[in-house]
């Protein structure tokens, strides 16, 4: 299995993040900027005249293999063996390093920082920055030519920020040893106020979604379940889903009104705590490395049985295992000398060597199928599709990544503001 990318080389970039049309960058000497990711996509076109049509796919259009039209027209089998064929001729062949050099008259920079950045995310036009001393926020505002109109760099939390969060309006800031704090976004004009106690005390080094109730890892291999209090907006779209093309037609009211442990999901696995090494998730799909080596997905569905795992097979040796993201029909890994894309059950290793870290877009519309990794003097841009065909899978694993709400941990209905036309899901 191989991958479409192209590499960005001779950039010292400690992190990068891909939205609304274009590719953010935090560099080593402490300045953060921009590009047009289409002026960079169309780099590659140029040099590859023969893909064009499969470069925008892969990396401008992902989202249309998701797509009923996508899906039909790939139904044709004769299509499909097309697609497939070209599809592989151009992993075989687009291997394209553009020095940062000369494209770096084309970057506009947005700001500087100060203290060393952990964790960068943006959301709702707004850009967040976690750092040793603290959160950072700047709002912005973007044309239809992708040029941003920014604020500066606002402080608005003071404790070191390893990881920041965000969805359904709301902010989910993991501060380390002083705990889990959140926010919401409530003015468009406002810098957000962050919470002055913890949602949950002890500590939190990441954060991810299941739906609207958040999962807190207090550390690699440990987490806690958390249900949060809920609305329905209907059709109406919040401000801060301008040049959002999602479907967040939900406001998160309030997070932790109720806490669990992850002993329910262990319960349902049947495995004790201290056998697990590492675990993840996204979505529906819990991911879960244990320490004699097994590495499996399941979901939060309770079963007759037990809950089934869907194995996954690591390359070569069991190594630590530093960070993780999602993909469709898959997940890649962040090793101390490597990273490895699994997929449709089959394995790939996309560098080899460290990287500073891994992010992809399960969230976004035009990016889900797209990884950045960011190595010590170059960043790569992943296409994640594969068009590897899927391997036949039993009834057991038909529900893998399609299941919205957890029968697991058990919310209290009472709990969850609803109108009447919305039955609560617990």
């Known amino acids: ?61 992902n989202d249309y293999t998701q797509t009923p039209s996508g899906t039909l027209l790939l139904g044709i ?41 952990l964790d960068m995310r943006i959301y709702a036009m707004r850009l967040y920055l976690g750092c040793k001393d603290g959160l ?72 991810d979604w299941k739906d609207v109730d958040l999962l807190n890892y207090d550390s690699a291999s440990e987490f806690s ?42 319960n349902n696995l049947q495995i004790q705590k201290d056998e697990v090494d590492y675990c993840f998730n996204s979505g529906g799909v819990a991911f879960f490395r244990l320490k004699d080596g097994e590495f499996f997905a399941t979901d939060f569905q309770s079963r007759q049985g037990g809950a089934y795992r869907r194995k996954i097979k690591e390359i070569g040796k069991q190594k630590k295992i530093l960070s993780s993201v999602v993909i469709p029909n898959g997940c890649v890994l962040n090793y101390f000398d490597q990273t490895v894309m699994y997929r449709n059950g089959k394995s790939f290793v996309l560098s080899e060597e460290p990287a500073y870290g891994i992010r992809s877009y399960m969230n976004a519309k035009r990016y889900r199928s797209i990884l950045t990794v960011n190595n010590e003097h170059s960043l790569s841009v992943f296409s994640a599709e594969t068009f590897t ?30 109108d009447n036309s919305f039955d609560v899901p617990f």
């Open 389 to 418: 065909p899927f391997e036949p899978r039993n009834e057991a694993y038909e529900d893998l990544g399609r299941v919205r709400y957890s029968n697991v941990f058990r919310g209290k209905s009472e709990l969850i503001k609803s």
């Open 77 to 117: 089998q004769r299509v499909k063996k097309a697609v497939e064929q070209e599809w592989r001729e151009a992993q075989n062949e687009i291997s394209l390093s553009i020095d940062y050099r000369e494209i770096s008259r084309y970057f506009h920079f947005y700001g500087e920082y100060h203290e060393m950045p």
């Open 136 to 207: 950072y926020e700047s709002r912005f505002s973007q044309d239809d030519k992708t040029i941003v109109n920014q604020t500066n760099l606002e402080r608005v939390f003071d404790s070191k920020v390893v990881s920041v969060n965000a969805k359904y309006g709301a902010i989910a800031i993991s501060a380390d040893k002083e705990g889990l704090f959140s926010s919401e976004l409530s003015d468009e004009d406002s810098s957000i106020r962050v919470s002055d106690k913890p949602v949950l005390e002890g500590r939190s080094l990441r954060t």
């Open 225 to 266: 379940y958390l249900h949060n209090e809920y609305e329905r907006t209907e059709k109406q779209q919040p401000f801060y889903y301008q040049l959002r093309q999602g479907n967040e037609h939900k406001r998160i009211t309030e997070i932790g009104i109720q806490i669990e442990d992850m002993m329910p999901i262990l």
């Open 1 to 61: 299995m191989r991958t479409i990318h192209f590499d960005i080389v001779n950039i010292e970039a400690i992190d990068s993040y891909l939205y609304a049309g274009n590719l953010y960058v935090v560099f080593a000497d402490g300045h953060i900027g921009y590009i047009s990711f289409d002026r960079i996509i169309h780099i590659l076109r140029e040099a590859y005249h023969k893909y064009d049509n499969i470069i925008q796919l892969a990396f401008l259009h």
